[in-house]
């Protein structure tokens, strides 16, 4: 199927507006992040039978906490330390947030219905920008000129390139089963075939363990690790800049489980273009949004079940189950391709 591009749609910028800062774009990431926290609060409020969440403005479900913590970062002196490298500090929390952003204008969220920005091997070009985002969390460290925050960035650098690497060939190797990097056409050969997470369940599990580790989830909390480093690369921050640095990775969390639901759980699926602009994207956004939110409902469970991992168990473990999984990956994806689907 052939995407409906810009000269084809009435309304087309009313569209892209839509998709970038309505659905699923600024304004699902601002909801999603929110009810995300609160989920997160209250699932390690019953796991781990903490008095706060439990107990605080019941009868409302603990919203008064989130009201109260939106208060608390808007009004809080935001102090600049003095000896920090200022536009460095200034401007690598918001490039971080930037970068983790970008992708979704790239993501196809409907079927029949083209992203706001069409390019086509989008695949490749949304790999390559969501690996940007953790270099900007690197230089948030670095520029604070604090032993913490240092500390941290150092722990981001080595997490980073052990889990990114298995991720991007993870990712790639569910597109050679499809013969394309167009997330367009992999969600429809999905809808033709089988879910990606059935053909290669290998690189499914490798994609999903190493998006806990890009996004800071739980075993893998290791760059801020609280109890060790205060908060390691945002040490520094305060106020609003320290709430937008802690919603970062929830950001990042919510973009990763878009693709991952694009590329193995078959995105907009069962539904397809019906001719109905309106009706499809609404509906496949809906479809897709609630697919990212399991996943991220899992991410945010594992908090109250999981310890910390150290950094050295971390990174070996990135090293080698998880890369050699991701090689298993390749070879399945190859047998699939090479030999089962001819």
Do not use: C
């Not at 409020?45 to 409302?60: A, F, W």
């Not at 109905?276 to 409902?297: C, E, P, Q, R, W």
């Amino acid at each position: 199927m052939v995407y409906i591009g810009p000269l084809e749609i009435p309304g087309r910028l009313i569209y892209d507006f839509l998709h970038i800062f309505i659905l699923p774009g600024f304004g699902a990431i601002l909801v999603l992040v929110i009810l995300i926290i609160w989920a997160e609060r209250k699932i390690a409020g019953l796991v781990q039978l903490r008095y706060g969440p439990l107990h605080v403005s019941r009868r409302i479900g603990g919203a008064l906490q989130l009201v109260a913590d939106l208060i608390r970062y808007s009004l809080q002196e935001f102090i600049v330390p003095e000896n920090v490298d200022k536009i460095a500090y200034l401007m690598a929390p918001a490039l971080a947030l930037l970068f983790a952003v970008i992708p979704i204008a790239f993501m196809p969220t409907a079927p029949g219905i083209a992203p706001p920005i069409y390019v086509e091997p989008n695949l490749l070009l949304i790999l390559a920008v969501i690996s940007l985002a953790p270099i900007f969390v690197i230089v948030t460290g670095v520029a604070s000129d604090n032993k913490f925050a240092f500390i941290g960035s150092l722990r981001e650098a080595f997490l980073m390139i052990s889990y990114e690497i298995p991720f991007i060939i993870s990712i790639l190797s569910t597109a050679f089963i499809y013969g394309t990097l167009d997330l367009y056409k992999i969600v429809e050969a999905q809808s033709k075939a089988f879910l990606g997470v059935l053909l290669n369940p290998f690189a499914a599990l490798v994609a999903y363990i190493a998006i806990l580790r890009i996004t800071g989830r739980f075993p893998f909390e290791i760059s801020e690790a609280e109890s060790e480093l205060v908060m390691g690369p945002y040490t520094e921050y305060s106020g609003l800049m320290y709430g937008v640095a802690m919603g970062i990775g929830y950001i990042k969390l919510y973009v990763y489980t878009l693709l991952f639901s694009i590329v193995f759980l078959g995105g907009w699926l069962p539904i397809s273009s019906t001719g109905n602009i309106v009706f499809d994207y609404i509906l496949g956004n809906i479809i897709l949004l609630i697919k990212a939110s399991i996943l991220m409902l899992i991410a945010v469970f594992l908090r109250s079940v999981y310890p910390r991992y150290r950094i050295d168990q971390a990174v070996r473990l990135g090293w080698s189950l998880i890369l050699i999984l991701s090689g298993a990956a390749v070879a399945w994806s190859l047998i699939i391709r090479l030999i089962i689907w001819r």
